[in-house]
């Protein structure tokens, strides 16, 4: 049953997602950026903000949730839909936001310390069920970018496993996703900012 759901629910997905995409890399400080996707069709847009941000204070527990609760902070103009940690459901985002993080050395210290940056992908409701932050599923025929062996769910430092989802750009992984520990090390953060009338192209 719960694949059943999944494969509707992903369908949709990739239709909403099959419009045509531009990037547009708005601006970038020393150790934050912005990136905006573009969504057209028939000459109506709607764009999505993805900010990058620097690692978390060490005192910022739970690490992963409270991310979260930034990123629900942020919005494009007051009153906007507000932001989440970010679903990088296809390529063209997630080598965006990866390159976007590379070229910008973000990847490394003094930006980041302990090799990740958060984003919106979890199973912490049911090992092994990845949801999304915006509630949809990830199944097991979408858009994945997992480093070698990963999710494992390791358990050496915590014995609830891993169920949070990073970039991960420790050694030769190039911010390849892996699942992490949610309270063990600080991260970076990648939000993602729904913009329905692409206000942030004329920024």
Avoid at 28 to 54: A, P, Q, R, W
Avoid at 60 to 66: G, I, R, S, T
Avoid at 116 to 128: H, K, Q
Wanted: with cysteine.
């Amino acid at each position: 049953m719960q694949q059943n759901v999944c494969a509707s629910e992903c369908i949709l997905l990739l239709n909403h997602y099959a419009f045509k995409r531009r990037i547009i890399l708005l601006s970038h400080m020393l150790f934050t950026g912005s990136i905006t996707m573009e969504n057209c069709e028939k000459g109506d847009c709607d764009c999505m903000v993805y900010e990058v941000y620097c690692e978390q204070d060490p005192d910022d527990h739970p690490y992963q949730q409270k991310a979260a609760e930034f990123c629900s902070t942020l919005s494009v103009q007051a009153g906007g839909p507000p932001g989440r940690l970010a679903a990088l459901r296809t390529r063209v985002i997630d080598d965006a936001i990866r390159n976007h993080i590379t070229s910008n050395n973000m990847h490394q210290s003094p930006c980041i310390n302990r090799y990740g940056f958060w984003i919106g992908l979890s199973d912490s409701l049911t090992e092994g069920e990845f949801i999304w932050s915006d509630g949809g599923a990830h199944c097991d025929f979408d858009y994945s970018n997992w480093a070698s062996g990963e999710p494992n769910n390791n358990t050496k430092k915590d014995a609830l496993g891993q169920d949070c989802v990073q970039l991960w750009f420790r050694g030769a992984h190039n911010g390849l996703w892996d699942d992490e520990y949610c309270d063990f090390r600080p991260k970076g953060i990648v939000c993602e900012i729904p913009d329905p009338h692409c206000h942030s192209l004329g920024a």
